[in-house]
């Protein structure tokens, strides 16, 4: 049976007008009809989404950095009127893209993503371990994970505790021909010495006292796929020969005697020390490590790719919601320059760790505000978020304004002595708070009226009553 290339189809609220039956003789065709997009499927092999309005929806821009090389078909209808350049430049640049017609002629398969500066994950693969590639240290990092995935090579990861290196070791094993078969993880620092051999290597009956059955050990049980030593620099010199032995000869001896046993495996290692100190002051074995060191990779620590951080908390804020059964809750704005500004010695782990945190303890409110994380700024006796807030993180060009006012700008304003329009003033003051509303969440219109106390009906009624219609540039994102 031959299997037809995917392609998934977001329409943002459009009619297919029935184009997906005409396009399932070249493509196997999802329609995903939310008028926001939702991420490609895994194994997708073309995105085309319909372009409406002069800017992409600030989710889709979010997901860009997720998305990384995956071909995107931005899609126009035959009657659509012509975008202006501006709108153009807007759309292209949410990265790898093409443009077309959306007619009975389905697209082409075989569309591939324009040359460039690109990761070299797909959209299922940065989905699946929330990776994101937006900087020049963490695309060279996707990179070399990619080739390294299509070999058989030994990896050593390199880094800080925190920055994911397990991350980026599962994703070298599903990227990999062997994603089917077992990825086996060892924390080498967590086994006891005199336990660790046994535990990799397996041991006969009767090896010694308890051993009361044959035991494979985890280099056998991940044959034919990964498997990851994690702290590998903790390992006795006892287990660093044995290691050696079985990345020379693909062979595993177990303890109590008996025949060597053949092993295929990829062997992923990772520590956060360095180990060629460790074999300047004699811990660690020399040989072992020119084995281990074939494709090094060394993981940025956060501070050095701040940039990332709103796209990383966006995605520890939708899965840790998802985690405690919670309904999702939104960033506010103001966040995004206190989180850069952060070192993070922590790394990854402590920014996934201080999103659930902030999650769980800020109760029924729907949107975390810098308050929430005041407790990091304290710990880490950082500047205060009000002398860091010039940095702004804008996701459509025109929520830029929103998110850099402060929510109570829009109060406190005295009566001039030429007098003033109220009417004007209020209708000014509308078009501030329900701009500030769809930008803390992110252009989703339901929850935005839940911020002002409105009726979803009765805020799409002021929104075409200031211009803030669909048109210009909010799109929304139905629950």
Not at 228 to 249: K, N, Y
Not at 327 to 348: E, F, I, Q, R
Request: aromatic share 6%; hydrophobic share 40%; glycine share 8%.
């Amino acid at each position: 049976m031959t299997h037809l290339p995917r392609l998934h189809w977001s329409t943002l609220g459009d009619d297919t007008g029935g184009l997906e039956h005409r396009w399932a003789a070249l493509w196997d065709v999802t329609v995903d009809r939310g008028a926001s997009p939702a991420l490609a499927p895994r194994d997708v092999d073309l995105w085309v989404i319909s372009a409406k309005g002069a800017w992409p929806p600030p989710e889709l821009n979010r997901m860009m950095a997720e998305v990384a090389a995956l071909p995107i078909l931005l899609g126009l209808k035959p009657d659509a009127a012509p975008m202006d350049p501006k709108a153009l430049t807007e759309w292209g640049s949410l990265g790898s893209v093409r443009w077309g017609v959306l007619g009975p002629e389905p697209p082409m398969p075989g569309l591939r993503p324009r040359s460039g500066t690109t990761t070299q994950l797909t959209a299922s693969q940065a989905l699946a371990f929330g990776l994101v590639g937006t900087s020049v240290a963490m695309q060279d990092v996707l990179a070399r994970a990619r080739s390294a995935a299509a070999t058989r090579a030994t990896v050593l990861l390199l880094g800080e505790s925190g920055t994911g290196k397990e991350v980026i070791a599962r994703a070298i094993h599903r990227m990999s021909a062997d994603t089917a078969e077992s990825f086996v993880a060892v924390h080498c620092g967590a086994i006891p010495e005199n336990l660790l051999e046994s535990e990799l290597f397996g041991y006969n009956k009767g090896a010694f006292t308890d051993a009361r059955k044959d035991t494979p050990g985890k280099f056998r049980e991940a044959h034919g796929g990964t498997i990851f030593l994690d702290e590998v620099g903790t390992m006795p010199l006892g287990a660093q020969v044995r290691l050696l032995r079985v990345l020379q000869e693909r062979e595993v001896q177990p303890l109590g005697g008996g025949a060597p046993v053949k092993v295929d495996v990829r062997v992923v290692t990772a520590s956060n020390v360095d180990l060629w100190k460790k074999v300047q002051d004699g811990s660690f074995r020399e040989d072992l490590f020119y084995r281990l060191e074939v494709v090094p990779i060394t993981m940025p620590p956060l501070r050095a790719r701040r940039e990332e951080v709103p796209f990383l908390a966006q995605h520890f804020l939708n899965r840790k919601a998802r985690e405690h059964g919670l309904y999702p809750k939104a960033l506010h704005p103001s966040v995004d320059p206190l989180l850069m500004s952060l070192p993070w010695p922590g790394n990854v782990r402590q920014l996934e760790n201080a999103i659930e945190r902030a999650i769980v303890l800020s109760g029924k409110r729907p949107v975390l505000t810098r308050e929430d994380f005041a407790f990091l700024a304290e710990r880490m006796n950082e500047t205060p978020v009000a002398e860091v807030a010039g940095t702004t993180v804008a996701f459509t060009p025109v929520l830029a304004e929103a998110f850099t006012t402060q929510p109570t700008a829009a109060y406190g304003t005295d009566l001039p002595p030429e007098g003033l329009d109220l009417n004007q003033v209020v209708s000014d003051m509308e078009k501030r708070l329900m701009l500030q509303s769809l930008a803390i969440t992110r252009g989703n219109k339901k929850r935005a009226a839940d911020l002002l106390g409105l009726k979803r009906t009765t805020f799409l009624e002021k929104m075409k009553r200031l211009d803030l219609e669909e048109g210009e540039s909010i799109t929304a994102e139905e629950d």
